[in-house]
Nanobody, 127 residues
Framework: QLQLVESGGGLVQAGGSLRLSCAAS????????MGWFRQTAGKEREFVSF???????TYADSVKGRFTISRDNAKNRVFLQMNSLKPEDTATYYC?????????????????????WGQGTQVTVSS
């Protein structure tokens, strides 16, 4: 059974950076597609970024050019490097994995396609 644990959240000023980490156990990340989502109170969960089994990456328009998703197979972790943070990036961030390792196309932004979720890590960006 795949388990995911996020870390690295915190409080940062606008313009600052944070690196989120998602540690996987039970499966190797090299065999998985992985995504990052975020959610604020009262709003639906929002797609942030995705890394395919092949290594290809996808980003929401709101974070493109500022966030970078990567994978360290040796550490069995997926990372989300967040630069030039804005107050509107404030949210709880979740890493997730779909049951289908070949998830692609419009489905990769659909959180209902993801089976495994971490507990979330809070990111707060002050203005």
């Amino acid at each position: 059974q795949l388990q995911l644990v996020e870390s690295g959240g915190g409080l940062v000023q606008a313009g600052g950076s944070l690196r989120l980490s998602c540690a996987a156990s039970g499966r190797t990340v090299s065999s998985l597609a992985m995504g990052w989502f975020r959610q604020t109170a009262g709003k639906e969960r929002e797609f942030v970024s995705f890394i395919a089994w092949s290594g290809g990456t996808t980003y929401a328009d709101s974070v493109k050019g500022r966030f970078t998703i990567s994978r360290d197979n040796a550490k069995n972790r997926v990372f989300l490097q967040m630069n030039s943070l804005k107050p509107e990036d404030t949210a709880t961030y979740y890493c997730a994995a779909p049951r289908d390792p070949f998830l692609s196309g419009p489905y990769l932004v659909d959180d209902t396609r993801y089976t495994y979720w971490g507990q979330g890590t809070q990111v707060t960006v002050s203005s």
